[in-house]
């Protein structure tokens, strides 16, 4: 055997064992990658099925004359800001994924000032559509909190992949950076002070 060969031979085998160690990385994060954004995608979707049970509530409260119309046009405000502020799933960065959060809050923050001034309509809380409607925002919620989870868990898992060593190396020349995660909402580790007050 030539002496030359065993240099080539081991070239040859380092070149092939570093192909597939790419190749093999590479094919799992896009797995992965993909994952994440059809876990985001099922986040939207949970708070688009809000948003369309939230227009529902709107048209059933409009029914009572006499309601507080400024809480009614919050709400409703809110629920055009939080509709119209979306993010491609290609491009799901810190800032624009606070942005869908903050938009998102003050559609939750306007949905329960509505449902708190509700209790002071005795009709209207009686009303079957609304107590069903009410009923499936409350579903829709635990939902939403589901798919957000589940978010983070498929971004972890493709961040473990593309930021652990050696693979690290090779996730900026493929193009993969690390995804933005769901973060809770600000203010959101404080404990509400609840007082129960009593007559």
Do not use: C
């Not at 797995?31 to 688009?48: I, L, M, P």
């Not at 029914?63 to 709400?75: I, K, P």
């Not at 290609?90 to 624009?96: E, R």
Request: charged residues 25%; aromatic residues 10%; negative net charge.
């Amino acid at each position: 055997m030539k002496k030359w060969l065993i240099p080539v031979i081991i070239l040859v085998v380092i070149v092939v064992a570093g192909y597939q160690w790419a190749v093999g990385f590479n094919n799992t994060a896009v797995t992965y990658e993909a994952d994440a954004k059809t876990a985001w995608s099922n986040v939207e979707s949970s708070y688009q099925r809000r948003n369309d049970l939230i227009g529902n509530l709107v048209k059933t409260v409009q029914g009572a004359a006499d309601f507080e119309r400024g809480t009614l046009t919050d709400v409703i405000e809110a629920r055009a800001k939080a509709t119209s502020t979306t993010i491609d799933v290609n491009d799901l960065t810190p800032d624009k994924m606070a942005a869908f959060q903050e938009a998102q809050a003050g559609l939750s923050s306007a949905l329960s000032r509505l449902l708190v001034t509700v209790e002071r309509y005795p009709d209207l809380k009686a009303n079957q559509n609304f107590l069903e409607l009410q009923s499936q925002l409350e579903g829709t919620e635990n939902r939403i909190n589901v798919a957000r989870d589940r978010f983070n868990e498929k971004v972890n898992t493709y961040d473990i992949h593309t930021t652990k060593f050696p693979n690290k190396l090779l996730a900026g020349w493929f193009g993969f950076e690390e995804m933005a995660r769901y973060q809770a909402d600000p203010g959101a580790e404080v404990v509400p002070d609840v007082n129960f007050e009593f007559d």
